[in-house]
Nanobody
């Protein structure tokens, strides 16, 4: 069973930065893409970013492109989300997510394939 544990959320002023971390366990980490999803109060969940199992391939929602950077460290089974130039509209619970097992060695799995989620970490950006 895949287990994901996020950390690094908090309260920050607009324009500030935060780095989220997600430690994964329960299966081999490196052959799978990893993603970050957020859910703001009263809004639909939004797929924020994904990193391929291939080094260097990353994907972003338009709303965060140029401000957020996703990365992974396979030696530590950890995925990161560096968030810069934060805006109040980035306020949400951020979830680390992993795709189901059939998406082994898939570069950019569809959002619906991310079956495994962490418990979430709150990010609050004040104006």
């Amino acid at each position: 069973q895949v287990q994901l544990a996020e950390s690094g959320g908090g309260l920050v002023q607009a324009g500030g930065s935060l780095r989220l971390s997600c430690a994964a366990s329960g299966r081999t980490f490196s052959p799978y893409a990893m993603g970050w999803i957020r859910r703001a109060p009263g809004k639909e969940r939004e797929f924020v970013a994904a990193v391929s199992w291939r080094p260097g391939n990353t994907y972003y929602a338009d709303s965060v492109k140029g401000r957020f950077t996703i990365s992974r460290d396979n030696a530590k089974n950890t995925v990161y989300l560096q968030m810069n130039s934060l805006k109040p509209e980035d306020t949400a619970v951020y979830y680390c997510a992993a795709p189901k097992g059939s998406y082994l060695y898939v570069d950019n799995p569809p959002a619906g394939s991310y079956d495994y989620w962490g418990q979430g970490t709150q990010v609050t950006v004040s104006s």
